[in-house]
């Protein structure tokens, strides 16, 4: 994975994301997963980025350089990863929505449960982190040239099967056509509209 790939605005690189593969090795063993769901936040000039007042401590990682992995709690439950785009200084970001695991299967199904169905072990950015064992300690983590978490080109995906719509589940700018994933592919969430979001006129 080259650096300039990242170093673009979070719209581009989301969908050049998917096909890529996360690898996370921890002490129980290592997991990767090819991404197959991805939405981009672009930072300041987006209202649903975590960017989007500024930055703060919790934010900071998003401000860049491109290559790094900011990883938040969201509602206090579940880590997320997100891709760290764009140039220094500016904040950008794709978040990880969902994955097929292709190597550590069976670490992957203890994190998540014995009876998790394969294609839902990294289906959904909580589920995602947790079938690769991503947490709070990973923030900041380098992808390019690190060694516990990397980020690699995987094999290439056909445009005609990359699919843009609508982020999932926020309440501002709901409608920004920023999520892209792989058609037709089982690991991909459900599309859901958030209960504080307007929908779109004449929806």
């Known amino acids: 994975m080259n650096v300039d790939l990242l170093a673009r605005p979070a719209e581009e690189v989301a969908p050049r994301l998917l096909g890529s593969v996360l690898t996370c090795e921890t002490p129980e063993g290592t997991v990767s997963i090819a991404i197959t769901e991805t939405e981009a936040y672009s930072g300041t000039a987006d209202p649903a980025s975590h960017a989007y007042r500024g930055r703060t401590p919790r934010n900071a990682v998003m401000f860049g350089p491109a290559g790094h992995l900011y990883v938040y709690r969201s509602h206090g ?5 997100n891709v760290v785009t764009g140039t220094d200084g500016i904040a950008s970001a794709v978040l990880i929505r969902a994955g097929g695991v292709i190597e550590g299967e069976d670490l992957a199904r203890k994190r998540r449960g014995e009876k998790v169905e394969s294609a839902r072990l990294a289906r959904g950015p909580g589920n995602f982190c947790q079938a690769l ?6 923030n900041g983590s380098e992808l390019l040239t690190g ?6 080109e ?7 099967l990359i699919q843009v719509g609508p982020r999932v589940g926020v309440s501002k700018a709901h409608d920004w056509q920023h999520r892209f994933y792989l058609a037709g592919d089982p690991t991909v969430s459900a599309y859901r509209l958030s209960p504080r979001a307007r ?3 004449g929806a």
Not at 77 to 81: D, E, F, G, V
Not at 147 to 152: D, E
């Open 77 to 81: 439950l579940h880590w997320c990863a």
């Open 133 to 138: 064992g991503i947490a709070g300690e990973h």
């Open 147 to 152: 060694t516990s978490i990397v980020l690699s």
């Open 154 to 160: 995987g094999a290439p995906v056909p445009a005609a």
């Open 199 to 201: 929908p779109p006129a």
